[in-house]
């Protein structure tokens, strides 16, 4: 059983900055990848970021340039670095790990407000 924790959500203005934090309950290298989602009221979950294994990176067209995602394989977390935030990033982010079978986090609340 794999848990992934996340924290780093909150209330934040717009042009703010938060990051978020994804600590997995094993080693991160055992996943093909980990990636962050968030789904906002009413809509579905949509791919923020992905990070595998190797360190292949890709983004979100609405989030480059603005969000960065890492891992810290020492400590089994994976980072969300997310900069000049806007209210359409306001959504539930959620964890994602996956080794032949997707593990989820149970999300953390980011809201940017005007």
């Known amino acids: 059983q794999v848990q992934l924790v996340e924290s780093g959500g909150g209330l934040v203005q717009a042009g703010g900055s938060l990051r978020l934090s994804c600590a997995a309950s094993r080693s991160i290298f055992s996943f093909n990848y980990m990636g962050w989602y968030r789904q906002a009221p009413g809509k579905q979950r949509d791919l923020v970021a992905t990070?595998?294994?190797?360190?292949?990176?890709n983004y979100a067209d609405s989030v480059k340039g603005r969000f960065t995602i890492s891992r810290d394989n020492a400590r089994n977390e994976v980072y969300l670095q997310m900069n000049s935030l806007k209210p359409e990033d306001t959504a539930v982010y959620y964890c994602?790990?996956?080794?032949?079978?997707?593990?989820w986090g149970q999300g953390t609340q980011v809201t940017v407000s005007s």
């Open positions: 994602k790990a996956f080794a032949g079978y997707p593990y």
């Open positions: 990070i595998t294994s190797g360190s292949i990176i």
